[in-house]
């Protein structure tokens, strides 16, 4: 036991994944701020303009990427190093182009249907005045 402690403990490739690790913690840092910032900005576009920034939509899907790769790296889910050891992490068309100019169809009142009193249970269900009371009458007599 105590000989292969030694041999975990000089190991040199284990130091230096130390070193990257401490690296991508103080990258995660960074990264933090900048999804604040992009987060602040992007507001205020759509404040601003009605429509949402491509780029920093871009810019924050790229840094939510890498996060989760840093995260991998720095649990020992992956091997890999990421970004600046590796490509900064491709992004994908976002689902939500043009948000702004989504049309949202109204459905009339009258397509609504009520449901009645035997879809909805009995815990739920709301009775008319005449017929509680005649539950209520029931439950008593039941109870004497």
């Given at each position: ?58 810019l924050g899907q790229g840094t939510a990427q890498w ?78």
């Amino acid at each position: 036991m105590k000989e292969t402690f030694k041999i975990n403990v000089l190991n040199v490739d284990t130091w230096i994944r130390l070193l990257y690790m401490i690296l991508f913690v103080m990258l995660l840092v960074v990264a933090r701020f900048v999804v604040l910032i992009v987060t602040i900005i992007q507001f205020l576009v759509v404040l601003v303009s009605g429509e949402d920034n491509r780029n920093l939509r871009t810019l924050g899907q790229g840094t939510a990427q890498w996060v989760c790769q840093a995260v991998l790296f720095l649990t020992y889910n992956s091997e890999e190093k990421p970004y600046p050891f590796t490509d900064w992490p491709e992004t994908q068309a976002s689902v939500v182009d043009h948000w702004a100019d989504a049309e949202v169809d109204e459905i009339p009142a009258t397509e609504y249907s009520s449901a009645s009193d035997e879809d909805v249970p009995s815990f739920v269900s709301q009775k008319s005045g005449a017929e509680a009371s005649s539950v209520d009458d029931a439950q008593k007599e039941k109870s004497e």
